[in-house]
């Protein structure tokens, strides 16, 4: 079980046993793999943990309430389709999964750090060092090649485009079968070869998990075939972990795992 | 190079019709800076050296009061000289030794000078004698370019007089004049030259002759009762005056104190630049500030996605300060040439005798002034705007 939908502490529910196991098979695992012996799968020790998210927005007097107690274990390796109703939840639940927004309640562990009371900046350097995002629409900063959009988030947290990370990002936009086109300026690009570049950029810094949120939502069926290829062969090869939201019923199908989000919550499949 | 650089460089140059005109609109302001700067300082140059070209820089005369060291306290007191006494300087020849020895004196004429009367059948007039050295006639003013008949050389009963007076006695060079001193003596001089400086007190009261005739005439058979200075730069008047005062004991006074109006003048000029080069800078600053904050609206969602890369708040900040000032130097430099140019133009225009038409320095524009300020306005200009992109809620942008 990757997800859970008990909206209540984690004293009774599985998410809170599900973490003492998963944290002690990463602890085995570094044994397990000095004796070479393997117990359990690798990819089950838990990455992304979320505990009762909340998340309200409020307008003047009114208050909406868009994530009602979310539980969630994202297991290491994984790709996971999240899926829901339009205007159920999804893009506000990856914002807050990916730092990019806070939940009005609730706690977020990444690799076993609490992320509850780190600042913004802390955050920030968070998502550089560990998390991946593409986006549907706005990806791409426009006046700036593929190479120079993949290197990006490296070079300014490096401050200097160095030429580790311009071969780097190089590799990647050979990942995403984009080479040719690294010196084109983004906006020179169709849809399909900016998402692949966006999926290139999202993996220059080795992040651990990468954010989607409707990255096939612009596309054309071809493209969008594509760009779920390639995102599942990244997760097969590197074992980057992967949160996809979609609507589209043959990209989650394509996923490990698909995740439902109904009135707020975690829906069981 | 820093990537922040490089991301304002690109981000400057991918809308170059805008920057270009933003570029254009900085310089524009930096030209208008450079002229009045070059004008007014141009102005006062002028003025300055129309005055201390005709003037001494420096007038010796004897003191009024001398140091004198009291017996009980052993300090310097300043005494008044006794009035009864006839004010002189005898010991000139030391004191022309001490001051062609101070460091940035050129020129030291000694004067006998003294008030008489011009005296031509009925008619009289005052004048200012000047008794110089025949050698030292151009000494503090260039009396030979003045002279408009006649010559400028002092023979012994040749009297060099202004045309104003000339005119005033109906006189022309050969005429015989009778010169009736303040001491009583007399003596008939003949008209050799007659001068037009353009300074009226000069014009219409000053008369030069030879030392060694002004003095029977105002009774000092030895001493001299000035010594006029030229320096090779007059704006040091005052300190060497002050260098002179000590070392010769004489009463020195620099032409910046008989000129007080002058000085009153250019500063009255200095300000008024200042005000229009602030009101340059302002408008510099605004429409930098205004361009940039433009900017971080148009790319509100690019700087959404930076952020959301984890990209700092500072670095965003960073490329926007670095826009700003990308476009002060690019605007600075662009007006500060442009600005020479214009001022180099305007001051070869000349009038028909020759003069420029416009007192304009090309030289004194404030390259260097207009440069760092201009550079600092637009890091400044660029604050507001950097602080509204770095404040870019990554979430919003995105989603918009
Ligand atoms: N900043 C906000 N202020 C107020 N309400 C918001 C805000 N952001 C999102 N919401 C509301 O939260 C709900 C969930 O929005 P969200 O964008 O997460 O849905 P979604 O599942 O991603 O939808 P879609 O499939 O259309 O992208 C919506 O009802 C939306 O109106
Ligand atoms: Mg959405």
Redesign the pocket.
Known sequence: MIYNTSSNNISSDTVSNNTVSNNTVSNNTVSNNTVSKVAKSKTNSTLLLANNIIKT?R?GEQE?F?LKGINLTIPQGKMIALQ?A???????LLNILGLLMRPTSGELMLLDHSLTNLSDAELSNYRNRHLGFVFQYHNLLPDFTALENVAFPAAATRGRLTADIKKRALLLLDKVGLSDRSNFLASQLSGGQKQRVAIARSLINNPKLVFAD?PTGNLDQDSAKQVMNLLRDINQTDNTTFLI?T?DNSVAANCDDIVRIIDGKIADV | MPFSLLVAWRYITANSLQTLLLVLGVSLSVVVFVFITALINGLSIFLTQETTSKIAHIELEPANKIARVLTNDNRFVAQPVSTLQRKQIRNWQQVIEIAGSTPGVSVISPIVDGNAFLVRGEATQPIAIQGVEPSKVDAITNISSYIIKGTAELTTGGLIIGADLADELGLFVGTPVLLKSERGAERLLSITGIFRVGLSSLDQRVGFLSINVARPLFDLPDGITSLGLKLDDPADAPAIAKVLQNSTQLKSTPWQEKNKSLQNATDAQGRTGNFIQGFTLLAIIISISSALLLSTYRRRAEIGIMRATGISRQFVATVFIFQGIFIGALGAFLGAAAGYQLCVKLASITKADGSSMLPIAPSEGGYMLVIILTIVGAALAAVLPARAASAVDPVEAIQQ
Not at chain 1, 86 to 92: A, C, D, F, I, R
């Open positions: 927005f307008n909406t868009v829901g339009s205007g159920s939840g999804k893009s506000t409707e939201s609507h």
